[in-house]
Antibody, heavy 120, light 108 residues
Framework: QLQLQESGPGLVKPSETLSLTCTVS??????????WAWIRQPPGKGLEWMGS???????YYNPSVNSRITISIDMSKNQFSLKLTSVTAADTAVYSC????????????WGQGRLVTASS | SYELTQPPSVSVSPGQPARITCSGD??????AFWYQRKPGQAPVLIIY???ERPSGIPERFSGSSSGTTVTLTISGVEAEDEADYYC???????????FGAGTRVSVL
């Protein structure tokens, strides 16, 4: 069974960079069975897709954060990462790493989520 | 930016059907997906590609599509179905994903 686990600081100062890592277990991150993404949910609000990365390294980002986001993959560690620069209070959210399934085309697996608060 | 529109809430009595709609201009071209989220838990995919049900999802959950609207139907609501339901799809290019704002299903 595929499992994903987020890690990284839970508190980031405004104007600084949010960095999170997702460790994948149960399958290789280079597997063609999945592609990877970050989803966030601000307190009291809905889900927001932030961006996706494929095993080829191709990335796609939500236009709302396109100028601030980088998603990368480290196959040697079976991990993928999120960096979001110039954070503000509006970036406070639970950040989840997810796996889209090749068969369903939907999100088959979710990490437990990591609350990141942007505050001084 | 592309948006999917869902009703904020639906209330239904046990055993009655619940229908949740999701509207978006690109839905005739792009598949829709439905997720159930209960408090403190990760969302669960309950419908994929408009009307397919993953293994392990009860048969009372079904999906349908008509034009720019997709619908999630719970044929006979049970107390355990009380949750938030999110639709998800892509823009017309299929490049960017978007979620609806979510619908809270309350079982009376």
């Amino acid at each position: 069974q595929l499992q994903l686990q987020e890690s990284g600081p839970g508190l980031v100062k405004p104007s600084e960079t949010l960095s999170l890592t997702c460790t994948v277990s149960g399958d290789s991150i280079s597997s063609s069975h999945y592609y990877w993404a970050w989803i966030r949910q601000p307190p009291g609000k809905g889900l927001e897709w932030m961006g996706s990365i494929y095993y080829s390294g191709n990335t796609y980002y939500n236009p709302s954060v396109n100028s601030r986001i980088t998603i990368s993959i480290d196959m040697s560690k079976n991990q993928f990462s999120l960096k979001l620069t110039s954070v503000t209070a509006a970036d406070t959210a639970v950040y989840s790493c997810v796996a889209f399934g090749e068969i369903t085309g939907g999100i088959d697996h979710w990490g437990q989520g990591r609350l990141v608060t942007a505050s001084s | 930016s592309y948006e999917l529109t869902q009703p904020p809430s639906v209330s239904v009595s046990p055993g009655q059907p619940a229908r949740i709609t999701c509207s978006g201009d690109a839905l005739p071209k792009q598949y829709a997906f439905w997720y159930q989220r209960k408090p403190g838990q990760a969302p669960v995919l309950i419908i994929y590609k408009d009307d397919e049900r993953p293994s392990g999802i009860p048969e009372r959950f079904s999906g349908s599509s008509s034009g720019t609207t997709v619908t999630l139907t719970i044929s006979g609501v049970e107390a355990e179905d009380e949750a938030d339901y999110y639709c998800q799809s892509s823009d017309s290019s299929g490049t960017y994903y978007v979620f609806g704002a979510g619908t809270r299903v309350s079982v009376l």
